[in-house]
């Protein structure tokens, strides 16, 4: 067959044209985007007007986007910056400056269910945006990046235990004295542990800290809540491919320096003797010690020197990994993530392993019609031995103490003969402990899965009317297990076992499983509508349904047939315990609000909701929790702008009161009655039965909390300098308490708990940012201060004397006062009767009764036990062509506490006492006159909780220092690579205190021996 040219075929035939006949052309339109001082702007959106092409630019500032049409205009718009269009015709390179907006920096704030114009807030919160600068640091979780970046957000790190180590978190002090943790609230969902939560997965994360902010949530939001929004693909025309790696070093800040020389140890024991016991009655004789330090250098089996720290401490390691994905188009948008976290900790046998995976999806149906879901799975996998690493303060753990007795007389391990170390000094207490066995043998294996998703459809059928359906659900599966080995102590030098069991050989196998989940069914309607173009006017009304279920059931069979076996059927069945139990709670909330503006500076809002919960019984169920708020932006009117628009750019007023609640303190079924077994007499014998185990409170019902709050927001220099001021009055009233009976009545019930306290927190917050650039130098300078001060109003029915009193801060300092150490007998004749010797503390008799008791305990009102009255942070960034340098600087103040713990003791037990290099450096004794610590085996008083034992806890922590550095981008483009940045940090490298502890940001046991970390890092980001 003959091939006939399409020409031949056209040729001389008239052809009408079609435009659906043309090929579109396809050009490059090709340009870069720059900032005001011409430095390049990556990461710019920038789109095709009209259509759904767009990209990004890369490192450079530079863009290449495809299009097929001859000229159009090209949409720029970047974070911070004011949106541009500009026209483009033919293949005529773009250049395009884009100046900086401070409004749209900073233009929404999410609040609850919904955003909200920060220009336009009246309420009280803080707002942070989640970039690099925090995803790149070495940080273990969530909550301690948030340290230092918002004022009155009070963050303390108690431990560096991996799996342990999150932060505490207090929004504007103590509101109450049951659970003062704020309400975490992740897309909507309420109660997510903020600490599973991937920060690379965060968008933004908003403090809400009065009532007119947080009163959409109720009784839920007295102690404050932070809202977290995870990210999506809205806006961005391209998708993204993003990659973050790091890995840490971590090395304690300050560890207790134990003392690796057993004969000094046993010396000291001999001073200790030395004080009231003739030499022939000393435990430890001179021939165990000479023999100790002789054969200790030549037979370490059977003499040794352990050096404990060394042995159950390491290097720690950090790793975080994180890979997402995000796009989108005109009708729909997604973000993917995948992240591992993998933490080893600083003590042997601690480690903590996450992994975390997030779905983020929206849809339009149709104009007026949304879904979308939110998907997010995690699952842990956590290794220790005791509840707080080294220690455990759990009552029920008679050893969680141990570390104290841990002598350096004890090897921990012989690999030949398989034995773990025990006593073998003569005279030595039996009961020594060899922490080595119990972090080797006695180790918990905690897996932890949690599934979070949530639901939404929403539909606009008229202008302004939104409805919206959202349904979320948690679930989360917890089970622990131990198969401890069984191993007892062993004498080396005897080659027989001694007295201490670590672990029997019956030894068993215990699974523990914790499983639940909740539900939330949210249904809102919203309506926004401009009123005669000067008057806006928003409505909110929520209905909302939480329900909770819980279940525990714990199992254990002692006798297993092989130590290494660990699943219950591999014991024997002739000892074994069951336990388990479930739980129900819910809570019913209708939630309103009304925000009304007039001529963009008058500004009004008025929140309410009305929340019944399952806790209570009927009449009391049910707490009420309004507020109002008024603003006033004042640099709009123009008989205030003529005369300060040159140095006051912006200038808002705000005034807030409202009430909050809470039902922490009360259990789910404290208001139900309950049954216990017991015992009866019936004709003279005893019979089973059961009998009411508590008295129940019929009135009881919610915590309240009234909250007033007085804002100033101002912008100086062209916003350059901003400026926020608040000062707040908090009053929570009828505490959920226990209250008192009769000693007739406390054998044979449990008291009812009543709404008795009352407890009042006021305090000020600053907050300064100054954003400016000189040519290709970028710099921001915040500076963040707050201060709080609670003062207890109300309390239970006896109130002793102690650090709880009326009219006095929460557990402020009440010590004695001391004079000194007593050099000489004069110096002990010269003070009160207390039986005192040269080289104990004498107190002061305050009261001049000539004796010392309780009454000479003295007041510190300006100073608190548990946690400071004022935070501070500096935090800056500059950046310098593709170079840049973060510094964040945090500390604390007004705060005071005492330093004694288990490892400064002075008077110790006469035998098996884990003795440190300061008990042989700073005890005083007639040759260290000057020793810091009183002498060894002195007085009782020397134990007590004095001023000489009380530590100033105020501190000055280098919190972060990270520097970065990016590839220019003609370098990854070769490679089809976006953004290539690598960088190192550095997390609390220096601590400037007098806190003579471990940490002065440690709260809770200050026997807990596992130290505060620190960390040295380096990552890539790289972005496709």
């Known amino acids: 067959m003959a091939c006939i040219p399409l020409a031949g075929l056209l040729q001389g035939t008239a052809v009408k044209a079609s435009p659906g006949l043309y090929f579109q052309q396809e050009r490059v339109i090709k340009g870069r985007v720059t900032d005001e001082a011409q430095a390049p702007l990556p990461g710019v959106t920038v789109a095709l007007k009209g259509t759904s092409s767009g990209t990004v630019t890369d490192a450079n500032g530079s863009f290449s986007l495809k299009v097929t049409t001859a000229e159009g205009i090209l949409e720029f718009s970047f974070i911070g910056y004011a949106k541009q269009e500009v026209a483009f015709s033919g293949n005529a390179p773009v250049t395009v400056q884009l100046k900086s907006d401070q409004k749209a920096l900073g233009e929404v704030v999410v609040v609850g269910y919904g955003t909200q114009k920060k220009v336009n807030l009246v309420g009280a919160v803080s707002a942070v945006k989640v970039d690099e600068a925090i995803t790149n640091r070495s940080l273990p979780n969530a909550s301690s990046a948030l340290s230092g970046l918002v004022p009155g957000l009070a963050v303390t790190q108690s431990s560096g235990m991996a799996g342990r180590n999150s932060a505490n978190l207090i929004i504007r002090g103590l509101g109450t004295v049951n659970n003062a943790n704020p309400l975490v609230v992740v897309d909507g969902m309420p109660d997510v542990d903020i600490n599973r939560v991937n920060v690379n997965d965060i968008e933004s994360i908003s403090v809400l800290k009065d009532a007119t902010s947080a009163s ?222 119990v972090y080797v043998n006695t180790l918990n294996r905690q897996n932890r899965q949690e599934a979070n998703t949530t639901a939404y459809i929403d539909w606009t059928p008229i202008e302004g009317l939104t409805g919206r359906i959202d349904y979320s659900l948690n679930y989360y599966n917890d089970f622990r297990w131990n198969a401890n080995t069984p191993n007892r102590a062993y ?87 069951t336990g388990g139990n479930s739980g129900t709670e819910g809570l019913r909330s209708y939630i309103g609000r009304i925000n009304y503006t007039a001529f963009d500076k008058y500004l009004f809002e008025a929140n309410a909701r009305y929340d019944g919960s399952s806790k209570f019984l009927p009449g009391s169920q049910y707490g009420f929790f309004p507020s109002v708020a008024v603003g006033w932006r004042f640099t709009e009117e123009n008989f205030i702008s003529n005369f300060t628009k040159n140095i006051l750019s912006q200038g808002k007023l705000r005034f807030s009161y409202g009430g909050l609640g809470n039902n922490s303190g009360v259990g789910r079924y404290e208001q139900q009655t309950t049954l216990d077994g017991n015992h009866y007499f019936v004709d003279n014998t005893i019979a089973k039965g059961v009998v009411y185990k508590k008295m129940v409170n019929r009135s009881l019902s919610w915590e309240t909390t009234s909250v007033m709050n007085i804002g100033l927001d101002l912008g100086f220099f062209d916003s350059r300098l901003m400026a926020e001021l608040d000062y707040y009055d908090r009053l929570t009233t009828g505490m959920n308490r226990p209250s008192e009976m009769s000693i007739l009545l406390t054998g044979a019930y449990d008291a009812p708990r009543r709404n008795i306290g009352n407890l009042r927190n006021k305090g000020v917050e600053l907050n300064l940012t100054w954003t400016d650039k000189a040519g290709q130098f970028n710099y921001m ?40 150490i007593a050099q000489t007998w004069e110096d002990v004749y010269n003070a009160a009767p207390q039986g005192a010797s040269p080289g104990d503390i004498l107190r002061k008799d305050l009261n001049g009764d000539g004796r010392i008791t309780a009454e000479d305990k003295k007041a510190y009102p300006n100073f608190q036990r548990d946690m400071p009255t004022t935070f501070f942070a500096l935090n800056g960034h500059l950046s310098w062509k593709n170079f840049d340098l973060g510094v964040l600087l945090q500390g604390a103040a007004g705060r005071k506490d005492f330093v004694t713990n288990n490892y400064n003791n ?85 601590t400037i205190t007098n806190y003579r502890g471990l940490d002065p940001e440690v709260t809770g046991n200050r026997s807990n021996a596992y130290p505060v970390n620190k960390s040295y890092s380096a990552g890539i980001n790289v972005g496709l």
């Open 216 to 437: 959409v949530y109720g009784s839920r939001a007295a102690n404050g809540v932070i809202l977290i929004t995870t990210k999506s693909g809205k806006g961005q025309k391209k998708t993204q491919l993003n990659f973050n790696g790091t890995y840490a070093v971590t090395q304690p800040t300050k560890a207790f320096d134990f003392m690796a020389d057993y004969p000094r140890g046993l010396t000291l024991h001999q001073r200790q003797a030395a004080v009231g016991q003739l030499r022939s009655n000393w435990l430890f004789k001179d021939g165990t010690i000479d023999q100790w330090m002789a054969l200790g250098m030549i037979d370490p089996l059977r003499y040794p020197n352990t050096d404990w720290w060394d042995i159950i401490s390491r290097n720690g390691q950090l790793q975080n990994y994180n890979l997402s994905a995000s796009g989108g188009g005109d009708n729909s948008n997604f973000f993917f993530s995948i992240g591992v976290m993998d933490e080893k900790g600083l003590q042997i046998n601690n480690d903590f392993k996450r992994y975390n995976a997030r779905f983020n999806y929206d849809y339009k149906l149709r104009k007026n019609m949304n879904i979308g879901v939110r998907f997010n799975g995690n699952w842990s996998k956590f290794l220790y031995a005791l509840e707080d690493g080294f220690t455990d303060d759990n009552s029920t753990n008679t050893a969680g103490f141990d570390l104290q007795y841990a002598i350096a007389g004890i090897l921990p391990y012989d690999p030949k003969s398989g034995y773990y170390g025990g006593v073998m000094a003569y005279n030595e207490d039996a009961q020594a402990y060899n922490p080595y066995t």
């Open 491 to 577: 004498n080396f030098q005897t080659g027989a076992f001694g007295s201490r069991v670590y672990v029997g050989d019956n030894a068993g196998v215990n699974n523990y499983t914790n499983t639940g989940y909740k539900t939330m069914l949210n249904g809102r309607i919203s309506y926004q509508k401009k009123i005669a173009r000067n008057h806006d006017i928003s409505a909110l009304f929520v209905y909302s349904e939480e329900f909770w279920y819980d279940r525990y059931q714990g199992s254990g069979r002692n006798d297993r047939l092989h130590p290494t076996l660990h699943e219950i059927d591999a014991a024997l069945t002739q000892i074994q315990s």
């Open 781 to 820: 300078i915040n500076a963040n201060a707050s201060y709080n001060s609670t003062r207890l109003e109300k309390w239970n029915e006896f109130l002793g004397k102690g650090y709880t009193f009326l009219d006095m801060p929460y557990h402020f300092v009440y010590t004695y006062e001391d004079i000194g």
């Open 906 to 990: 002075t008077n110790p037990a006469s035998a098996r006492y884990a003795w440190t290099w300061d008990h042989w450096n700073n005890a005083w004794n007639l040759d260290n006159r000057s020793g810091i610590w009183p002498r060894l085996a002195g007085i009782g008083g020397n134990r007590e909780e004095t001023s000489y034992w009380l530590d100033n806890m105020a501190y000055l922590r280098v919190k972060n220092i990270q520097v970065g550095y990016s590839i220019p981008g003609h370098i990854l483009k070769r490679l089809h690579i976006n953004s290539f940045r690598i960088f190192g940090s550095a997390e609390n490298i220096a």
